[in-house]
Nanobody, 116 residues
Framework: QVQLVESGGGLVQPGGSLRLSCAAS????????MGWYRQAPGKQREFLAT???????NYADFVKGRFTISRDNAKNTVYLQMNSLKPEDTAVYYC??????????WGQGIQVTVSS
């Protein structure tokens, strides 16, 4: 199990950008895939993007071209660069890691609010 700490959220105007970070500590040697989900009020949690330990990426269609996931294996940190933000991107954003043995850990979530 690892501990995940997200940072970088906050309030941004429509059209603006934010960069989320998620640092993993603990038993990080078993981490395979790192990624991001989000959950808006009254909606189900939805997949955004993942990145493997070999930097292979996968994105939800609705974020392609706006969001970019990256990873620093030396720092055990995954990032989500979010550009051209819209009010509908307002949500709690969650970091997730999948382990080579099949387990999954979630971060506590961080609020992103897009509003003028």
């Amino acid at each position: 199990q690892v501990q995940l700490v997200e940072s970088g959220g906050g309030l941004v105007q429509p059209g603006g950008s934010l960069r989320l970070s998620c640092a993993a500590s603990g038993s990080h040697f078993s981490i395979n895939v790192m990624g991001w989900y989000r959950q808006a009020p009254g909606k189900q949690r939805e997949f955004l993007a993942t990145i493997t330990n070999r930097a292979n990426t996968n994105y939800a269609d609705f974020v392609k071209g706006r969001f970019t996931i990256s990873r620093d294996n030396a720092k055990n940190t995954v990032y989500l660069q979010m550009n051209s933000l819209k009010p509908e991107d307002t949500a709690v954003y969650y970091c997730v890691v999948d382990h080579v043995y099949g387990g999954r850990d979630w971060g506590q979530g961080i609020q992103v609010t897009v509003s003028s």
